[in-house]
């Protein structure tokens, strides 16, 4: 038997019509546009479609700009984020919610408290620690500082919650060592949690723009945001060559969370129940 629509559900459709419009409508805009001429992106009408679709802006952006450099800069830097805090949030996060021992409560607070801490505060120490380790203008000084995201410990140390303790002891009693335990007995039943911890990691690290731009100067070395950015000039702006580079930076973003998204919201529900 079919449910009568009422006026409710019938609003309700008509609101989130109209939002997801919305919200769709830049990235649709940014994806033409990077089709169109130069001419074409600042007319007036506004072409809401490239009459005459060129790839002139991805030639120039590919050819006269390092823009593949600096889109393996961010793949790069986004990938190996991903893993490395993945790894240490899962193993941080089941000692913290498994394992008694003295300060345990202590640390943990401090994880949270770190939860609430802007970036902008820690910046100039942190500058400093990766001007005295020498790696200031590379990769790796935007991905260590990365490496201890506090809600990354938060979240796994919530999933690591809802291991059983048995389990646990069974694994203890057949003579499994920590690691094994850990990777046989705790790892399968927080993988949701680690796959919804990757896809956060990965986005965060993604649109990091402002740790970027403090860490990173040289043009090679910097992330496809950066090198958008730099295409903006002075006197006349190429907006078909902006949209281009936008594009190229949203497409790599937009497939990972559309592939990855059965996992992202099995692994957000499953932590939003306990037992």
Not at 180 to 204: E, H
């Amino acid at each position: 038997m079919k449910k009568k629509m009422t006026p409710f559900g019938v609003i309700t459709i008509i609101l989130l019509s109209i939002l997801t419009v919305l919200f769709v409508f830049p990235f649709y805009w940014i994806m033409t546009g990077s089709f169109k001429a130069q001419a074409a992106t600042i007319a007036i009408p506004p072409q809401w479609w490239p009459t005459a679709p060129t790839l002139e802006n991805f030639t120039k952006l590919l050819v006269q700009n390092p823009a593949g450099r600096w889109l393996f800069n961010s793949i790069f830097i986004a990938l190996v984020t991903m893993l490395l805090v993945c790894v240490t949030s899962s193993l941080a996060g089941y000692v913290l919610a498994k394992k008694r021992f003295y300060g345990q409560k202590i640390l943990f607070s401090i994880f949270i408290a770190a939860m609430a801490l802007p970036k902008q505060v820690v910046l100039v120490p942190l500058v400093r620690i990766v001007n005295f380790m020498g790696i200031h203008d590379t990769l790796s000084a935007v991905i260590l500082p990365l490496i201890g995201w506090p809600f990354g410990v938060f979240l796994m140390k919530q999933f690591s919650e809802n291991i059983p303790g048995e389990l646990l002891e069974s694994a203890k009693i057949d003579g499994c060592n920590e690691f094994r335990t850990f990777v046989s007995i705790a790892f399968p039943i927080v993988k949701p949690g680690f796959a919804a911890l990757a896809i956060f990691t990965f986005i965060n690290t993604w649109n990091d723009y402002f740790m970027q731009l403090v860490m990173l100067t040289s043009r090679k070395n910097l992330t496809i945001s950066l090198g958008v950015a730099t295409l903006q000039a002075e006197m006349a702006t190429n907006y078909g060559l902006i949209m281009a580079g936008s594009a190229l930076a949203a497409v790599p973003i937009v497939t990972v969370f559309l592939v990855f998204q059965k996992s992202f919201t099995q692994g957000i529900t499953m932590g939003a129940v306990k037992g």
